[in-house]
C-alpha cells in the first residue's frame, strides 16, 4: 500500500526501473495515498511490471524443515524429484520428463564462512554487498551462543508454522542499512512504505503476533539490539520500533513462495504428446500430488515474504484488474493483468486471499481493516453496501465462527455461502 517507486538499491533495481515504463506511480488523494496506473492500453495476460524486493526472506520454520532456498533471490534449489521424493516421503521415486526440470544445479555455491545456500555466484555477491557481511553467523555450524543465532531460536520458539512474518527480514532491513554507504538514500526507501499512526501500528503488531507476544516483545528488542544496534536507526532499536516495523511488514509485505516442482509440473503441462502419453503423464502427476499431500499436508513451497516498492503502491479492490504471480521460481515478482487495461486506470490487486475474498462485503471489510487498517471502496464494496446494513450480531456471530473454521482447514475449501 501507498509507497512510491522511490530510488534503487543496487544495479539490479535500476535495470528494474527502465523496464517498467507502462506504469507509474502517481499520488491519489490523503485517504487512499499512491497507487499505481497504465501509461498505455494492456491486454489481459500481459505483464503490466516487474519487480525484485528491496529485501526478502525465508520463514525460519520453512528453512528447518528442508525446504532449501536461495538466501538472496529464494530461487527453489532442490531438483524436482529430490523434492517430489521428500514432499512424498518416497525416496526411490523417479520423476519422467527430468528434462522438464530447469534447475541449474551446477551454478549453485554457498557462503564460504557460514555455508548459506545461493542459486549463483550473482545472488552471493549481491547478498555480501547488500547485508550478509552484518548477518554472516561465520561458521557452519554456527555457534549457538552467537547473538544472530539466539534472536532466530528465540523468535521460531514463539511462532510456530504456519508462519506469516519472520524477524530474518527485520535482520536483513537492518543490515542494509548498516552497510549502505549512503544511509539516507536506503532509510528513504524503506520510508516509503505505507505507515499508520502509531496507536494502530501497535494494535496491528499485536493482532499479528498473538496475544502471547506481548510480554515477549522486550525480550526479542533487547536481543535485537544486541546483535544489530546502528546509531541511526535507533528509533528501530525501542519495543513501540519493533512493533512499527512488525505493522510495516504487515501490511507492506507480500508473500513468496517458490518450488522447482511446481516448475516441473508446469513444463509438464506445456509438453505436446500423444494422448496416451499426455494421460499417463497427468494421472503420474495427479497421483504425486495426492502423495504429496498425505505425507505433507498444504506445506508444498520455499516460503517467506518481501517488500518490494512497486507492489507495495498498488491499492486493493475485491474485484482487481491486476494479479501477483511468481514465475521464475525465484521472488522477482510479475503483476499481470487480469482483463483488459486502458491507458490512465488504476492498477489494482486484491490484498485477500482465495477464501476470503469470496465472502461477503461485511467479512472483507473486517478482514481489511482489521489487517491493513483501512475501509474498501471499490466497486463491488459500493454495489454491495447495502448488504452491509443488514448485518445482525447474529451474522457476526456466523461469520466468527466460519473464521474459526477456516483457521482449523488450512486447504481454503470452507467457504462462506
Ligand atoms: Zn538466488
Ligand atoms: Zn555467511
Ligand atoms: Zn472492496
Not at 197 to 213: D, V, W, Y
Amino acid at each position: 500500500m501507498a509507497a512510491s517507486m522511490g530510488m534503487c538499491l543496487n544495479a539490479r533495481d535500476a535495470a528494474d526501473c527502465t523496464k517498467n515504463e507502462g506504469i507509474c506511480v502517481r499520488f491519489i488523494d490523503n485517504l487512499r495515498g499512491k497507487g499505481v496506473f497504465a501509461n498505455r492500453d494492456f491486454k489481459s495476460n500481459d505483464t503490466l511490471f516487474t519487480e525484485n524486493p528491496l529485501v526478502c526472506a525465508q520463514f525460519l520454520w520453512n528453512e528447518f524443515y528442508r525446504y532449501t532456498a536461495c538466501e538472496f533471490c529464494m530461487r527453489s534449489m532442490e531438483t524436482a524429484q529430490d523434492m517430489a521424493r521428500r514432499l512424498s516421503a518416497n525416496p526411490s521415486l523417479v520423476l519422467p520428463h527430468p528434462e522438464c526440470c530447469t534447475l541449474q544445479s551446477e551454478k549453485h555455491t554457498a557462503c564460504p564462512q557460514c555455508q548459506v545456500p545461493y542459486c549463483s555466484t550473482e545472488c552471493r555477491d549481491q547478498a555480501v554487498a547488500q547485508y550478509h557481511q552484518v548477518l554472516c553467523v561465520g561458521q557452519s555450524p554456527p555457534d549457538p551462543e552467537h547473538p544472530l543465532v539466539v534472536l532466530q531460536e528465540t523468535w521460531k520458539n514463539m511462532h510456530y508454522p504456519p508462519e506469516t512474518a519472520s524477524i530474518t527480514i527485520i535482520n536483513k532491513m537492518i543490515a542494509t542499512v548498516k552497510q549502505a554507504q549512503k544511509k539516507e538514500h536506503v532509510l528513504s526507501a524503506f520510508n516509503q512504505f505505507c505507515q499508520k499512526a502509531n496507536n494502530e501500528e501497535q494494535e496491528l503488531a499485536h493482532k499479528l503476533l498473538g496475544s502471547q507476544f506481548q510480554e515477549q516483545i522486550d525480550t526479542l528488542q533487547g536481543m535485537l539490539a544486541g546483535a544489530l544496534y546502528e546509531d541511526c536507526i535507533s528509533q528501530w532499536f525501542t519495543p513501540e520500533g519493533l512493533r512499527s516495523l512488525i505493522a510495516l511488514i504487515g501490511m507492506n509485505g507480500q508473500g513468496v513462495g517458490t518450488s522447482s516442482l511446481s516448475v516441473y509440473v508446469h513444463n509438464c503441462d506445456a509438453l505436446d504428446l500423444p494422448g496416451d502419453e499426455r494421460q499417463a503423464l497427468d494421472s503420474f502427476i495427479d497421483q504425486l500430488y495426492v502423495d504429496i499431500e498425505r505425507e505433507s499436508g498444504t506445506f508444498l513451497n520455499c516460503e517467506g515474504s518481501a517488500l518490494y516498492q512497486l507492489q507495495s503502491c498498488c491499492n486493493h479492490s475485491c474485484q482487481p484488474n491486476a494479479e501477483i504471480q511468481f514465475n521464475d521460481n525465484n521472488s522477482t515478482l510479475t503483476a499481470v493483468a487480469l482483463r483488459d487495461i486502458t491507458e490512465g486506470e488504476e492498477i489494482c490487486i486484491c490484498y485477500l486471499d482465495e477464501c476470503s475474498r469470496e465472502r461477503s462485503h461485511h467479512s472483507r471489510q473486517k478482514i481489511l481493516r482489521e489487517n491493513y487498517l483501512f475501509h474498501c471502496s471499490c466497486v463491488k464494496c459500493l454495489e454491495q453496501c447495502d448488504d452491509a446494513d443488514q448485518t445482525s450480531s447474529d451474522e457476526e456471530e456466523e461469520e466468527e465462527d466460519e473464521e474459526t473454521q477456516d483457521a482449523v482447514t488450512e486447504d481454503g475449501t470452507v467457504m462462506d455461502t
